[in-house]
C-alpha cells in the first residue's frame, strides 16, 4: 500500500488518479493470480536461474499492456466528464460505482482463470472464446461442476469490501480539478499506449522459454483472451496430439501420391505436386452453387417424406449424384475454406476469419491461371465473417449486396437479399464474362436457408418465416428457377453445374461429434457433358475441388490435401469432420477424435441407425489421423500454402 499511496499522492490533484487506483488493482489481483497458478503448476516448471525472474518481469510487462487496454472506457470518461460534474458531491458515489465494477470484473475474471487452468492447464485461448459462443452449454455446465451461487456470492463481498477499503483514495480522487486542456494531453498519451502496443506486442512474445508452463505463466489471461478471439486460432502442437512432424509428413505425402500427382521436391514440408492429365483439358464453365445449411435429411433421395426439395430430387437423377459426403465443420466459413483450399479443418476458427491468409494456393487461383474469371457471388454484405476480403485476397473477384440495384431486389432480410435475386447477379456476372468472350468460375453462396428463414411470398406453398422447411424449398425453387434460366442460354451446354451445402442446419447430438450430422448433398450436373450416375463412396468436402478439376482433365500444380475421387484406391476414402476444438476422421466404419489436452479416442459407426460407440483406439488409424491434422496446420501456420 505504500507503493499505492506514492504513486497516488503524485497524481492526487490529477483525474489519473482514479485510473492509478484501477491499475493498482489489476497489476495486485494478476500478480495472485500468477501466484496461484505457479503454486499448482509447480511439478511442472523446469526451475533454472532465470526461471521466476522471466515469469514475473514478463508477466508485468503483459499485466501493463493488459490495463493499457482495459482502462481506455474510463479514460475516455474521465476526459470528456465536464468539470462542473465531476466536482459534484454524488458523483464520488459514481466513481465508487465505476470502481466497483471494475473490481467485479476483474476478481471474476482471475476466478474463472483458476478453473480454466485447473481444466485446461493453460491461459485463456480460443476454446475460451468458444465458451463464450456456446454460452447455454457451458453455463449449464458450470451450474452442475460448482457452487457457482455460492462462488458468486462470496466474490460479490469481496469486491464490495475491495470497494470500501479504496473508498478513502476514490473519494480523494473525485476531489481533482483539472482544465479541459490538460487532460487532453494526458489523455492522449493514454489512449497512445494501447495503440503503439496493438502494433509492436504480440501474444506470441512471452513465449521465450523451452517451458510451456512457463510461458503461459508470463502472460495474461484476460489479454490472451482477446487475443485469442482476434486471431481465431488454437495451436495445434501445444493442445492435441502429435507425432514426429517429419513422420507425419511422410505419412501424409505417402497418402496423397497414392491418389494421384508427382511430388515436385524431396523437402517433406513441401506438399506440392503435379497432377497430369491424360486427355485433353475440357474448357468448360464452372458454376458452384454452395446452399446454405442444406444438409442431405431434407432431401427426398436421401427419405425425406416432407417434399420440400422438389427440384434437387429430381436433378439428381440427372446428375453425378455424390450420396456419401461429409462436411468439415458446422460454420458457413469452415465449408468455404474446404471448398476454396481442400485442406482439412484447422482447430479453432477457419482460416476465412484468421490472420495472413492471403494468397493462398486456392481453386480460384488455378481456374485463373486457365484463363477463367473466377468469382465469389454473395448475395449479403462480403465483410461478413471476413468472406469478401478472404476471396478479394485469393484469386476471387468478389460480387456482394453492394451490386445489386435496389429496384431489383425481390426480397431481403438481414442476412442479404432471396435466393432469386442472387441467382440473377450471377446470370448479370455470366453474361459479363461472355460477352468478353471468357470462361468463367462462379462461386454462389445461398442465405435464405437461415434464421428468420423468410423470403418472397407466394413461391412456394408454404409461408415465409414459418420454418426452416419452408426456407429449403424456397432455396430449392430459386435454384430450379435459375437452372432452367441457365438452360435457355447459349453457354448452357458448356457449363457444369454443381450444387453442395456448406454445412449441415445442426450438428447437434449424443456425442460431440454425430457423424450424420455432417452428411450434406453434392450434385454435379452437366447433361451434354457427365453422365448422370451415382457415387456411393465416402468423400470430403476437401476432396470436391480436386475432383472438379478431374472431370475437366486439368493439369495443374496442386497444394490441395483433397482427393479425385475417381482415383482414389479402394480403402483409402476418408474424411474430416469438426468443430472448433474436436477434429474427427472418418475411415471405413471408424471415427477418430482428437481433442484438447491430447485425447484421442475412437468411434465405430452404424451407418444403418446412425450412431455411434465408444470403441478400441486403432493406434495406427490415430496416427494417420494426426498427421492429417498436424501436416495441415503447420502448413498453414508456416506460410507453405501460399501459391
Known sequence: MKLLSGIFNKYQNSRIGFLVLVVYLLLVLSLITRVALLIISFPNIDFGILSLPYIFCIGLFYDLVNASYFIIPLVVYLWLIPQFIYKRNWHKYVLMVLFFSVTVILTLNAVSEWFFWDEFSTRFNFIAVDYLIYTTEVIGNIRQSYPIEWILAILLMVCIAITLYFKSYIFKAAEATERFGKRSVKTLVLLLMPLIFYFTVKTNLHALSNNRYANDLAGNGMYELFAAFFNNTLDYTQFYATEDNDAAFRKVRSLLAENGGTFLSDDLTNLSRKIQSDSAERQLNVVMISVESLSAEYLGVYGNTQNITPFLDSLAQQSLFFTNLYATGTRTVRG????????????????????????????????????????????????????????????????????????????????????????????????????????????????????????????????????????????????GRFIKTCATKPWFNSTIFIIVADHCASSAGKTDLPFNKYQIPLLIYSPENIPAAKMERMMSQIDIGPTLLGLLNFSYTSKFFGYDMFKVKPGQERAFISTYQNLGYIKNDQLVVLSPQQKKEQFIMDFKNKSQSLGPLDQKLAEEAIAWYQVSSYVFEKGLMKK
Open 336 to 479: 468455404l475454406e474446404a471448398l476454396s483450399l481442400c485442406i482439412p479443418p484447422t482447430p479453432g476458427q477457419s482460416i476465412v476469419r484468421r490472420p495472413d491468409n492471403e494468397q493462398l494456393f486456392s481453386l480460384g487461383n488455378i481456374f485463373t491461371s486457365k484463363g477463367y474469371e473466377s468469382r465469389f457471388i454473395y448475395g449479403g454484405y462480403g465483410y461478413f465473417d471476413n468472406m469478401g476480403y478472404f476471396f478479394a485476397n485469393n484469386n476471387y473477384t468478389v460480387c456482394d449486396r453492394d451490386m445489386i440495384n435496389d429496384k431489383d431486389i425481390h426480397y431481403e432480410n438481414i442476412w442479404g437479399v432471396a435466393d432469386e435475386d442472387l441467382f440473377d447477379l450471377s446470370i448479370q456476372q455470366i453474361e459479363s464474362s461472355v460477352s468478353r468472350g471468357k470462361h468463367f468460375f462462379n462461386h454462389i453462396m445461398t442465405t435464405t436457408n437461415h434464421r428468420p428463414f423468410t423470403y418472397p411470398g407466394g413461391r412456394i406453398d408454404i409461408p415465409s418465416g414459418k420454418s426452416r422447411e419452408g426456407a429449403v424449398k424456397y432455396t430449392d425453387y430459386a435454384i
